[in-house]
Antibody
Framework: QVQLEQSGTEVKRPGASVRVSCRTS????????LHWVRQARGQGLEWMGW????????QYAQKFKDRLTLTRDTSSSTAYMELSGLRSDDTAFYYC????????????WGQGTLVTVSS | DIVMTQSPDSLAVSLGERATINCKSS????????????LAWFQHKPGQPPKLLLY???TRESGVPDRFSGSGSGTDFTLTISSLQAEDVAVYYC?????????FGPGTKVEIK
């Protein structure tokens, strides 16, 4: 079955960068886009961007364009989300999620990774 | 960017009663050549990742109870829970996947009255 396993909790200082991994299994890694979505405490879901595992190309929400880098490693079927210039309002749960092949609606989700930004 | 709005912000419904959530997009998310609406509905409970309920506005994901249904087209959509169960307490989000960024609505919190 499809599984998305994310890396563990991170605590970072303001201004630092964080890298969250999403290791996938149970399907052909290059078949489906991987999305990143976050939820800050008390806030709603926010789509950040996606990476095409086949080509490596990525698309970002404008809000994150200058700070977000989405990459993938096909040899390990793993996607990565790196967010730089962290601020306190980046404190959130970050989710990777897999869309279906041929479309962009998301079916499978990772368990989420809590990133806390605090001085 | 396509802006998604939802109403109400929250609602309290008695067990067994109907819950209705509305979602509106700032522009059409109906792709004319396929006649499909690029809208999904998610259920989100604390401590869990979101769960896909419906896609193409009205197609139920495998394993989702048939008390969940979706309707609407173009810019106006509705999620209906026909008979609310205790396990349906959650926040519900609509999301458009018509064009990136794939924006979510702000969410509707459903509680038991």
């Amino acid at each position: 079955q499809v599984q998305l396993e994310q890396s563990g909790t991170e605590v970072k200082r303001p201004g630092a960068s964080v890298r969250v991994s999403c290791r996938t299994s149970g399907y052909p890694f290059t078949d489906s886009h991987l999305h990143w979505v976050r939820q800050a405490r008390g806030q709603g879901l926010e789509w950040m961007g996606w990476v095409n595992p086949h080509s490596g190309s990525a698309q970002y929400a404008q809000k994150f364009k200058d700070r977000l880098t989405l990459t993938r490693d096909t040899s390990s079927s793993t996607a990565y989300m790196e967010l730089s210039g962290l601020r306190s309002d980046d404190t959130a749960f970050y989710y990777c999620a897999k869309s279906v092949r041929g479309s962009f609606y998301v079916v499978n989700w990772g368990q989420g990774t809590l990133v806390t930004v605090s001085s | 960017d396509i802006v998604m709005t939802q109403s109400p912000d929250s609602l309290a419904v008695s067990l067994g009663e109907r819950a209705t959530i509305n979602c509106k997009s700032s522009q059409t998310i109906l792709y004319s050549s396929s006649n499909r609406n690029y809208l999904a509905w998610f259920q989100h409970k604390p401590g869990q990742p979101p769960k896909l309920l419906l896609y193409w506005a009205s197609t139920r994901e495998s394993g989702v109870p048939d008390r969940f249904s979706g309707s609407g087209s173009g810019t106006d959509f509705t999620l209906t829970i026909s008979s609310l169960q205790a396990e349906d307490v959650a926040v519900y989000y609509c999301q458009q996947y018509f064009s990136a960024p794939f924006t979510f609505g702000p969410g509707t919190k459903v509680e038991i009255k």
